[in-house]
């Protein structure tokens, strides 16, 4: 088993082997469109997660391989026609950078709304959106240990900063913490934190085991490590450490929650994955599941129903279903709405109601997360119902409201207010 982790880069495509039988024209595609966006693998995901008998419709294979629709046409066409002609590497660059420019890398003002001061200090690097949850994006967490084709978080995916950043970051982190007792909930997220060493992960989450702390009940990790790495949880270096700094956590009464990231049923397939989940839950961890709904990787009731079936086995519990987010590439991924809509209830009711603990679908937006609950017939309108599951206003949770159906939408803003109104209650 390859237990030293090793990252694949865009340059190293041709050593994977495997690719060889996809053909020189499904290689160059995929070459155009790593020199815009991010492309990383391992082998564990190469060798154990892809079956590539089903590449290149295999689900995990288009989850993580670059693919050239996930390029506007003209873009990709452009592009291609520079490598055709011979362009320099200056040129090519030039190119790239300004197709990455023309797509969205920030949706929904991911990096710069809801970042809270401390002493009229901006403290980047935390987000305080709702009430009871702080999210904290610690710098050194800003990778994976492999690259999602449909994530934008890309242009967080930097440099490792030193220890001493390291450090200073998270007393702010502490700082504010301390200042606002009505957070419960903290969530380190990335990038994956879980690409962090022990020591740094230690800095993140030791000090919150003090007794100005105590309000902050729930340490949530948000994390893709289960799937792309388990062997972080199970044969990495300092993995004994991770589920020592763990059960520490958990022994002082914190709720510690892997909020793990997983599209399909068979990450959770092999012997490692297994292993890595019940040594985290001996540990004391609870894991919960998320996962957008993508096309081509799970857009199947049956896939989802796979998934629940298997993380209630394992002792996971289903949390999230996502909408895709309004990114550049999604509109490789994105499914309309109705659709999500059909693919959520067709898998829930088939399910026990153990793993009927999936909310959603859900649209991550700058309101908040806004649940898709249905249609419905309103004065001979048809709607879809709507309720924020998260809101900026926590008033607004749980009051249903309704968009005019439209079979085709893939996103709030393609939603228009049922009954001829002019705007959605939360929009002023
Ligand atoms: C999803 C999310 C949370 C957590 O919401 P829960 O419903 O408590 O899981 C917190 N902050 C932001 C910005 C989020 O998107
Ligand atoms: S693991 Fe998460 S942050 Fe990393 S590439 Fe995938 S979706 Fe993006």
Known sequence: MESHYRAVLPREFRSIPQLAQLGAAALEDMDIVA???PFK??????????DWSRAPDDPIFQLVFPHREMLPAEEFAALHSLVRTGANRDELNREAGRIRAALNPHPANQTDKNVPDLDG?????????????????????????????FCFRWPQFIEEPGLRFALAESQKLFAYLRAHREVTDLLVTGGDPMTMSSRRLELC????MAPELD???????????????PHRFVSDPDADEVMRLIERLARAGKHVAIM?????????????????IARLRSAGAQIRSQSPVLRHVND????????????VKLGICPYYMFVARDTGARSRFDLPLARTLEIYREAIRGVSGLARTARGPSMSTSAGKIEIQGTAEVSGEQVFVLSFLQGRQPEWVKKPFFARFDAKATWIDDLVPAGGARHFFFET
């Open 260 to 276: 793990a990231h997983i599209n399909h049923a068979v990450e959770l397939s092999t012997s490692v994955v297994q292993r890595a």
């Open 121 to 149: 200090e901006r403290l980047v690097g935390l987000q305080h959106k709702y009430r009871e949850t702080v999210l904290f994006f610690p710098k050194s967490a800003q990778t994976c240990h492999a690259y999602c084709a």
């Open 300 to 311: 199947d009731p049956a896939v989802w129903q796979a998934l629940w079936r298997e993380q």
């Open 215 to 229: 309000h902050v009940q729930n340490v949530r990790i948000g994390t893709k490590a289960l799937s792309f790495w």
């Open 205 to 208: 989450l030791e000090p919150l």
């Open 35 to 37: 020199r815009v966006l």
């Open 41 to 50: 693998t391992n082998p564990y995901v190469v060798e154990q997660l892809i």
